[in-house]
Each structure stands twice: as structure tokens, then as C-alpha cells.
């Protein structure tokens, strides 16, 4: 399997911004925005990234708020801040140079054994593999395999056969022409292209016909359903964001005011009402869903737009009980953002898209 994996690669890798300087950093960059977000989607974003926090002192110095702002489109916002206290990590232990076994990689926040495995082999040529969800399903399929993937002694002995065939010398091409074939051609979704794939003489799942229910993974549990109100408060000169708690979904991101539960248009005003906020107009902005690993937020959104004296006013609101109560503390721990900050200052995450983007279009 080796040599047609490797001479596949050599004339079918795509050009990526990380591949063209595998320096350790990048290779590390690029890898944890790769969890979760397409390859397309990360490349303008690590551009960015790069050209802001160009090596691991920058990223140990940068702020918290300005290192939010930077992973804006790639969720998932924990991954974010380990990247940070990992560079703080290096700083201090090796000098600002990340580490070159597997076993020194893993002991900072955020890496694990994939990601271990990938700056071992790619940055460093070491002979450490790099197991993830596209190498899983090539190596299923090849072997046939009806074992369950989610499972970390599928995953282990995996890792441990891999180290085995790797190649001493440029291990890393070997690491990158696997997740290669998995995202350009051994593609999940029952989508193989199996007549371009250089294993296909090799492959068990291929000869037997069972490359379509390969990989085996118990069924996810149904996300549950979760509805919330966003409300768009509209001062004079910008818009109300509110920080989110430090713990939980989305923690300590700045968002959008919303409540949970869905108000109809006169429910929502008589809790204005209730609260005593007072306002100028309010405007239905509709409907919106954003689905997160385990749960789907199902939105509706209202535009309410503040009088000039806003800030005094709410200065002045008593909390009541209930829903009114959780109503007047979040205008209260508001703060007003122009349109421009929202854009370049607030990291505000993607669950309010449609909204910002109707903000945008606000005159
Ligand atoms: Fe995947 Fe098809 Fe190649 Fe087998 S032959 S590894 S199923 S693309």
C-alpha cells in the first residue's frame, strides 16, 4: 500500500498554505482549525491568523477578545483558547519551540493523538501516526473492516499498525497522502470515487462491495431542539451585545440579547412593557437555525429600536421577576458596538449570522 500512497500523493497533493513551509506552528495552526471546518473554509482564515499571530510568542501574547475575533467562522471557540495557554506552555517550558515527540506534544492543552501525531510526522519526520476521521475510513475500507471506529482501542491499534508501515524516511508524506485520499477521493457519505483511488487493487471493501456501509459507527443520538428570541436592540449610533457566561455553550462570546422560548410579536411587547424598556419601533426580522454538535437553536428575531435617552433609561430599570427580571440584567450587561466593531472587534459566533448579515443591511 506504501509506495502507490506515496506516489499518488506526490502528483495529487493540493496546494495548501500550511504544506507550502511545514513548520511546526503551522502544521499545529492549521490542523486544530481543520477539526470541525473544510479545508476551503480554513484557508483564507489561516492566512489571517498567520499574518496577525505569525510564530507561538505572538499567540502566547495575544489577547483573549482579539483571539476570538481571529477564530471567527471556525466555532467550536475552546480550541481557540487551549491554542493560546498551549503557546504559553512552550514559551515557558521550550523556548518557543514546540516540542518533536508525540509524547512531549500531548501533554499541552488541546493536542491529542491525532494532532500529536500530525506535527510528530509532517513538521518533524518522526514515525508517529496521525489517526482521524478521514484516515479511519481509508483504513476500514481497505481491511474491511466492521469494527467500531468511535472506539479508542480500534483507534490505538490503528495507530500502532500505521507506525508499523510507515516509511523511516519522510514519514509525514505518508501521514498526508492518507488524509489526503480520505478528503479527495475515499469520500464519506456513501461518495468513494474508488475507480480514481491507487489502493482500489488493494482494497477489501471495494472487492466485496461493502464500501458504502464502511465505516461502522453507532448512530448519534437526535439533537434536541432548543428555541430562542434574539433581539436586536438598535441604539442611535450601533447595536447591544452581550457577554456570554464563562462556562457552557458558546462561553464568554459575545452575542446577540436573546431569550430563551419563543415570543410571538405582542408577547414580546408586553414583555418590553413589563421590563420597562422603552422603544421606538419594533420590527419582525424572522426566522433563523443554527445547529450546534448536540443541539439545533431554532430563532426568531426582533429589531428594537432604542430612543435616543436609551442609555439613561436603562439605567434606571428595576429587576422584576421571571422572564422580565432576565430581560432588564441583560440590556443592563449590554454594551453598544457601532457596526464597525461588530465587524472588527466583537467575536460574535456564527448561531447569529443571519442576523448580523440583516444588520449589515440596516440603514
Ligand atoms: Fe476507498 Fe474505494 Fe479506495 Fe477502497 S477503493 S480505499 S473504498 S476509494
Redesign the pocket.
Known amino acids: 500500500m506504501v509506495p502507490y500512497l506515496l506516489h499518488w500523493f506526490e502528483y495529487n497533493a493540493r496546494i495548501l498554505p500550511w504544506r507550502e513551509e511545514p513548520q511546526p506552528y503551522y502544521v499545529w495552526i492549521s490542523e486544530i482549525m481543520l477539526q470541525q471546518t473544510r479545508v476551503e473554509a480554513v484557508k483564507a482564515l489561516f492566512e489571517r491568523f498567520i499574518r496577525e499571530l505569525p510564530d507561538v510568542r505572538a499567540l502566547a501574547e495575544v489577547s483573549e477578545e482579539r483571539l476570538l475575533k481571529l477564530w471567527e467562522g471556525l466555532g467550536y471557540y475552546s480550541r481557540a483558547r487551549n491554542l493560546k495557554k498551549a503557546a504559553q506552555v512552550v514559551m515557558e517550558r521550550y523556548g518557543g519551540r514546540l516540542p518533536d515527540t508525540k509524547e512531549e506534544l500531548l501533554t499541552l492543552p488541546g493536542i491529542g493523538p491525532y494532532t500529536a501525531g500530525a506535527i510528530a510526522s509532517i513538521a518533524y519526520g518522526r514515525v508517529a501516526a496521525a489517526v482521524d476521521g478521514n484516515v479511519l475510513?481509508?483504513m476500514m475500507?481497505?481491511r474491511g473492516s466492521f469494527e467500531d471506529i468511535t472506539k479508542d482501542a480500534v483507534k490505538r491499534e490503528l495507530a500502532a499498525c500505521l507506525e508499523n508501515v510507515m516509511p523511516r524516511e519522510k514519514p509525514g508524506n505518508f501521514t498526508q497522502a492518507l488524509m489526503e485520499?480520505?478528503a479527495t477521493?475515499?469520500?464519506p457519505n456513501g461518495k468513494?470515487?474508488?475507480e480514481?483511488?491507487?489502493?482500489?487493487h488493494?482494497?477489501?471493501?471495494?472487492h466485496q462491495g461493502t464500501?458504502l456501509m464502511?465505516p461502522v459507527k453507532p448512530q448519534k443520538k437526535a439533537r434536541s431542539i432548543e428555541w430562542r428570541t434574539i433581539l436586536v436592540f438598535q441604539t442611535p449610533t450601533g447595536f447591544l451585545l452581550h457577554k456570554r457566561e464563562a462556562k457552557g455553550l458558546l462561553a464568554g462570546l459575545w452575542e446577540l440579547p436573546n431569550l430563551e422560548g419563543r415570543f410571538g410579536y405582542e408577547a414580546l411587547e408586553e414583555l418590553l412593557g413589563m421590563a420597562g424598556v422603552k422603544y421606538r419601533a419594533i420590527s419582525h426580522m424572522g426566522p433563523a437555525k443554527h445547529i450546534f454538535s448536540h443541539i439545533e437553536w431554532h430563532m426568531d428575531g426582533y429589531r428594537i429600536e432604542l430612543e435616543t435617552g436609551w442609555r439613561k433609561e436603562i439605567a434606571c430599570l428595576e429587576a422584576q421577576d421571571g422572564q422580565a427580571a432576565q430581560l432588564v440584567r441583560l440590556v443592563k450587561d449590554s454594551v453598544e458596538a457601532a457596526r464597525e466593531e461588530l465587524r472588527e472587534v466583537y467575536s460574535v459566533p456564527a448561531a447569529f449570522d443571519a442576523y448580523r448579515s440583516a444588520i449589515e443591511k440596516i440603514n
Open positions: 475510513r481509508v475500507r481497505l485520499l480520505g477521493v475515499c469520500l468513494p470515487l474508488c480514481q483511488c491507487p489502493i482500489m488493494l482494497c477489501k471493501a471495494f464500501e464502511l
